[in-house]
């Protein structure tokens, strides 16, 4: 099986430009309701995650409460990445009554959100134990947080696609009807973007041949069937790496996986997220 990718901190002034965008709906001009808590009162909080989840998302967390009160003191018992029990205590808080109230739906946002990708990653990388398969995330994330969630994905063992449209280039059906064909659309992104990593999506198997001739450096099988997948894999032989896409589920991957392709592509790590159940309840001094 790969190794994990690391999961490395995310920058800082990623977390706080989310964590002020959430708050600016939010909170907006002030929170009326915070405003019924004595103005100096003291609170403590606890944390405690309500179902089997891996964590994901404790500096968007932090950074909440950082933001309303520098001086809150945060104490974790689990870090990104740590798989959880049901019950269990995770975080302790202890700071201005009025900060915790208020920063605390965004908080949690964040970190169901986050902690929803992680434990779904984490279920898709574990159906393919003992296999070489790198389960990668796609571009069908949550608008304005496709950072944090591949971060999430991470989180959960999961290894990144493209970030976005920018960083490498996947040639689809439409680019190639527009270019005319696989080696007039591979040409021209040579030639445009030569340093790019350069991956053509094919629906059958003589496009598969087209994309080897061209010399792409990954191909995406989209749809295909089984039988057709070890076919390609075998037409392949290593030549380039190998990426499923399509009809990819809990029921399906772990047979894609053993085809023997490099990756499989798993929308639903960023897509169809599930809200970790998180409970956090205050006591005030």
């Known amino acids: 099986m790969t190794s994990n990718p690391p999961i490395t901190p995310p920058p800082a002034d990623l977390v706080l430009a989310d964590v002020e965008r959430a708050f600016a709906e939010d909170i907006g001009a002030g929170d009326a309701t915070a405003d019924l808590l004595p103005a100096g009162a003291s609170a403590k909080a606890t944390l405690t995650c309500r179902e089997e989840a891996v964590i994901a998302g404790t ?80 571009r069908k994330t949550v608008p304005g947080l496709r950072l944090a969630q591949k971060y999430a994905v991470r989180c959960g063992g999961g290894h990144n696609h493209r970030i976005g449209l920018y960083d490498a280039i996947l040639v689809k059906e439409n680019h190639i ?9 591979v040409d021209a992104a040579r030639r445009l973007h030569p340093k790019l990593l350069l991956e053509v999506e094919v629906e059958n198997l003589d496009e598969l041949q087209q994309a080897l001739n061209a010399g792409v450096d990954r191909i995406m099988l989209d749809n295909f069937t089984i039988p057709l997948m070890r076919e390609a894999v075998a037409i392949t032989a290593g030549r380039v790496s190998l990426e499923i896409s399509g009809n990819v589920d809990l029921s399906t991957i772990r047979a894609y996986a053993e085809t023997g392709v490099d990756f499989i592509s798993v929308g639903a790590l960023t897509k169809h997220v599930h809200a970790v159940d998180l409970s956090l309840r205050l006591q005030f001094a």
Not at 66 to 71: G, I, N, Q
Not at 108 to 136: D, E, H, I, K, P
Not at 178 to 184: E, F, H, K, T
Request: hydrophobic letters at 50%.
């Open 177 to 185: 009807i527009a270019a005319g064909s696989i080696a007039n659309a």
């Open 59 to 138: 500096a968007w967390f932090d950074a909440c409460f950082r933001k309303l009160d520098p001086s809150v003191r945060i104490h974790w018992q689990a870090k990104d990445g740590a798989r959880v029990a049901p019950g269990s205590v995770i975080c302790q808080l202890e700071g201005q009554a009025r900060a915790l109230v208020s920063a605390e739906r965004s908080a949690l946002n964040f970190l169901q959100l986050l902690s929803g990708t992680a434990t779904m990653t984490a279920a898709y990388v574990a159906a393919v134990t003992g296999t070489t398969v790198r389960v990668l995330d796609t």
